[in-house]
């Protein structure tokens, strides 16, 4: 796996709705390492191979990723903002923030005090982003009403092979499903392979909705991170047992097609890799059930890799992890056929 092109698709911001950067460099990256690639009108980047096969699985990772976007300038220079996804409102007083403007890259800083420090209810209004304007005018020469901002945070490097940075959830989903189309390819798959890096899943789902729409695949795997137990994480009890360094992470959910799981499973164990399992009683919160929804319905799993601190700007994985969710779905990819049977019985 190309870890220095990870690192450089982590090191943009891509605010849901704003992705064009990142699929970009995607798009450039896949270049002649897929049969076909493509941008469709929603942003939604799409490596291909074998475009004419009678049978086509869609691997989906999305590029977006949750923030914060300008809505007003006070008379002071300070910007005002609403939420872009599911953000942690009181990680923000006291941060360095990136604001994306037409312009380029600016900074700010997030105000905080010891009140706001103390108000846990505290909301995304509430925030004030300090550019250093002198006042509304100053701030309006740099800065449009809807440019998006993300928390001013590189990737780096811990111990034992795991990384911290921002968004992680799921720009490492994106960089996965083109690392295992590569694979799939040296691994001679036959059936046509998707792989599509998906704009909008944090907030309207309008990326995976579109991209399956317009492929029309047989099957779909959704492939994004999901909570560990192990660390300041969700109980056990709520959906399993997972963490971090243990491997790519299966579900059981009533929407998730049982065959295509015990297909991934059959082909992780042929592989050698270890896999976890959660649970979701419903929905699974990702691309997958947006892509289910489509044309006469799709069958979908969802390929999770384990995080730590989800919609924090210091999330935590392991790269062993995302290692071994790109040699499970390249294996799988090389595995499928175009006459798989996927009704149950
Ligand atoms: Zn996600």
């Known amino acids: 796996m190309d870890k220095a092109f990870l690192f450089d698709l982590l090191s943009v911001g891509s605010v849901s709705g704003n992705e064009a950067e990142l699929e970009k460099k995607i798009y450039d990256r896949m270049q002649g390492r897929a049969d076909q690639v493509s941008v469709d009108e929603m942003g939604n980047v799409t490596a291909m191979l074998n475009p004419s096969a009678p049978f086509t699985v869609l691997l989906a990772g999305h590029a977006d990723e949750i923030g914060l976007m300008v809505t007003a300038v006070g008379s002071d220079g300070t910007l005002m903002v609403t939420g872009v996804g599911g953000i942690y409102v009181t990680g923000y007083p006291g941060q360095k923030v990136r604001i994306y403007t037409k312009g380029?890259?600016?900074?700010?800083?997030?105000?905080?005090?010891?009140?706001?420090?103390k108000n846990r209810e505290l909301k995304a209004s509430d925030l004030r982003i300090d550019i250093g304007a002198k006042d509304r005018e100053d701030a309006l020469r740099h800065v449009a009403l809807g440019d998006t901002v993300t928390f001013d945070t590189d990737v780096r490097e811990l111990l034992n092979g795991r990384i911290t940075g921002r968004a992680l959830d799921d720009r490492l989903g994106a960089f996965i499903v083109m690392e295992a189309l590569e694979k799939a390819r040296q691994k001679g798959a036959s059936v046509g392979c998707c792989a599509?890096?998906?704009?909008?899943?944090?907030?309207?789902?309008?990326?995976a909705y579109a991209a399956a729409s317009r492929l029309r695949p047989n099957a779909a795997i959704a492939v994004d991170v999901t909570w560990t137990s192990d660390n300041c994480g969700i109980?056990?009890?709520?959906?399993?047992?997972i963490a971090l360094g243990k491997g790519p992470v299966l579900c059981n959910s009533p929407s998730i097609h049982k065959k295509l799981n015990a297909r991934l499973r059959a082909c992780a164990e042929r592989i050698g890799i270890p896999v976890q399992t959660e649970a979701a009683g419903g929905g699974t919160a990702t691309d997958g059930d947006t892509m289910h929804m489509t044309g006469i319905g799709v069958p979908f799993a969802l390929v999770s890799i384990p995080l730590r601190y989800m919609h924090n700007p210091a999330e935590v994985a392991s790269l062993e992890d995302v290692r071994q969710c790109i040699d499970l779905l390249a294996e799988f990819l090389a595995d499928c056929t175009p006459d798989m049977d996927l009704k149950p019985f």
Request: proline letters at 0%.
């Open 104 to 117: 380029g890259v600016l900074y700010g800083a997030v105000a905080n005090s010891r009140e706001i420090a």
């Open 196 to 207: 599509v890096a998906t704009t909008g899943e944090e907030t309207t789902g309008s990326g």
């Open 235 to 241: 109980s056990e009890a709520q959906t399993g047992e």
